[in-house]
């Protein structure tokens, strides 16, 4: 696969609103100015300053997730580390619009970067996958999920196949005419074959029509294992919707 010079891309490509590539390179430009229109980026990256200079230069980005190449760095992952968030937060200390941030391979990140990123992203919903990163043990990730219940903070933090902190759940999924709808259920019983858990806060009947069919955000969309852009389906509208693959705890 070939890399993307990513100050190319800044260059030829100054309104890129979504980015799937490999990419390589550094910015050097006015701070806040490489890609000022990039919302959502799935990258894989080899070393820390391209990395760097999307946390850092890309003031919009929404929903980052990174994939580590090693073949050409002789560094390997160890460069990969709670330093990189510190340097990038230091840098730039208010990354306003960050809501989704996963690092799918291994690196020696640890908990420290998930603090980090509490205190510098106001809208961070998502972390992931903690289990990738060398720091972080379950321990840690059970002392983080406390944290988090115990600020109230709207953060859920993925770590092995279960999102943290666990909570009760009382919300089920059925089809309907072909696509998926998501009602409360108080009862906490079961009225359909598929149990999804998850948390219901509100939902609204709505018209159908192509149109009325919001983008799901991609805290939701990764919570169900959704890769793509994903729409609500044409009867319920979600307001406050979170959904947990766990298992409810007691």
């Given amino acids: ?20 590539a490999k ?12 890609l000022t229109n990039l919302n959502t980026c799935r990258v894989r990256v080899g070393c820390t300053e391209t990395l760097r200079a999307l946390l850092v230069h890309s003031p919009n980005l929404a ?22 968030v510190s340097y990038t937060v230091a840098e730039n200390p208010c990354l306003a619009k960050l809501r989704v941030f996963m690092m799918r391979s291994e690196c020696n990140l640890t908990v420290l970067t998930v603090h980090l990123l509490i205190n510098a ?4 919903k998502f972390v992931g996958e903690l289990q990738m990163w060398a720091g ?4 840690d990730v059970e002392e983080l999920a406390a944290d988090i219940r115990d600020r109230n903070l709207d953060l859920l933090v993925s770590y092995r196949g279960l999102l943290y902190p666990l909570r009760k759940t009382n919300c089920v999924t059925r089809r309907v005419r072909g696509s998926e709808q998501y009602l409360c ?18 939902a609204i ?5 192509e149109a009325n069919r919001k983008i799901i955000p991609s805290e ?5 294992g959704l890769t793509g852009p994903c729409r609500q389906n044409s009867y319920v509208m979600w307001y406050e919707l979170v959904f947990l693959l766990s298992a409810p705890v007691s």
């Fill in 136 to 139: 972080v043990v379950e321990r």
């Fill in 63 to 84: 929903h980052l997730e990174v994939i580590l190449e090693e073949e050409r760095y002789s560094e390997g992952v160890d460069v990969f580390d709670d330093s990189l």
């Fill in 205 to 209: 009947k709505m018209p159908s029509g």
């Fill in 23 to 34: 990419v390589e390179g550094a910015w050097w430009g006015e701070p806040g100015t490489m």
């Fill in 220 to 224: 939701v969309r990764l919570s169900l």
């Fill in 185 to 202: 259920n108080k009862e906490k019983t079961c009225i359909t074959s598929h149990l999804v858990f998850g948390q219901f806060r509100a």
């Fill in 121 to 124: 992203c106001p809208a961070l």
């Fill in 1 to 20: 696969m070939h890399s993307v010079d990513i100050t190319m891309l800044a260059e030829l490509c100054p309104d890129l609103e979504e980015l799937g």
